[in-house]
């Protein structure tokens, strides 16, 4: 059978069409599957955005943003608070106070437990400050007036990614304008900083010097300053396996997100200006953010180490795996732990930050290794739930995420409602982000261009010479401290083996005389 070429192209558009199909029934799939195509394929592009805090009348809120101020469940977010509902919630928090006042006074034995009981929660604290920002017309100048500016360029491909916050504090009529280029370097193994307007700061502040130092120069006249590892250091990091293990981490951070968080929502002004085609939102808390870090943790653990495992990088040290390793743990600690540790030991599903942080191959004693897991386990889970306490009413992040017909990520919007019970005023932050120009991003630090001065060179050079001397003379007797135990050691082994040799030479000549 033969098709026509009008009848090719009908069939090329259905296919297209079928393949860009957006799954509008599960929003949490769209969500994912923008996030991960913007990591794995549409990864260079620029963006730009910025980030705001208004001081707001609660009766001049509009319906969008006052439905933002809602905390119940999903299902009942729509239905405001009654004021008898309110009234009681303040009785019941009143009474709360008092008796918790009452056994404070009774006993003082135990601080801690003194300290949870007093706690302020965020609405209380929200109060204090909407009630002393409405008494100084200043701060309500700068609130209008300031925010926060991001501006940069992404090429995953190349391993770059360009960051330009800028700070913007001003009343109506004067004010402050601050901004610092970043940009990270995979390939180059370095961070570049623009820090030509913070030499001189730099060089009072950081290193004191009185004597105006040739790099603190350079930096002022445009030269960049960057970090990274110095050229004498024998350590070197697994940086790339740092970043290839990104993915995995970040589908971890995905797949934790609970599908019914998620819901698509009519198009708004700013997506009508990014011209989508989808605006799919995700609500979450404080909590279901460190969940799902956790989560990210995880992932990225185990794919760190299944990289150090079958595909280790040329050059670098098992000490320096370790020590990147260490860190990770640093990081499954303040997350906190799995809690089924602490409950069911013979629970193998009950996996923990600590296993996927710490290869157990790299310990001797797996038995010490698995009662650290656990001790860590249980310690991290009840610093969570300490945590879950503190933040358990802070108010929800709606994030809004616009989609074009593809499914091709045009812009981020995050916004959050700071209300208290009493004010008549709210805090209203909202931060938006466009993506444009993909497939040819634009970077402004450019390293082949512009010449760059090392931060390490720049601190030597801010050493004074008997300062320089010592810090030689401190390295030398380090070093000549470590041959010299290492001679020791070796020492010792020689004399603790001549006594038994000894010995043994003595008893031959004494068989002999008694044979005779």
Partial sequence: MRYSPLMLSCIAVAVLSACTTMDTKRPDQMYRNAVMNNLQKDNQY?????????????????????????????????????????????AAAAVAKEAAAAVDADSDADDEESHHRERTTWNEMYDEVLTEAGRYPLVQSFLKNSNVRIEGAVDLPQGKVEMIPSMNMATSNYGMWGRLPVQVDAKRESI???????????????????????????????????????????????????LRAMPKGLEAYLNAMEAEKFSLQPMDEYGRELRAAYRVQVSYDAIDSIKWSKALLQGYNQEFLRLQREEPETGISEKSYNEVKSVLLLGAMMLGGDSNECKKEDDSAAAIDAAAAIDASSSSDSETTSEFQKELACSSADAFEEMKKEMGDMPKVHEDLYLSRTGRVLGIQDRMVMVGKKSPQAFVYVSRVKMHDYGNPKFTLNPSKQATVSLWQLLKEAQSPEEEAVDVASAEAMEAAAIAADEAVAAYAVEAAKPVKAKAKKSKPKAKKAKS
């Fill in 46 to 90: 620029n963006f730009s955005g910025e980030a705001t805090i208004k001081l707001q009348d609660k009766n001049n809120l509009d319906a969008d943003t006052l439905a933002l101020t809602q905390t119940a469940a999903p299902a009942a977010a729509s239905v405001p608070v009654a004021a008898s509902d309110a009234e009681a919630v303040d």
């Fill in 192 to 242: 570049l900083v623009d820090t030509q307007g913070y030499a001189g700061w730099m060089q009072a502040s950081l290193f004191g010097s009185d004597k105006k130092l040739d790099g603190i120069k350079r930096l002022e006249e445009g030269a960049l300053l960057e970090i990274k590892q110095p050229e004498d250091m024998k350590e070197r990091y697994p940086v790339r396996s740092l």
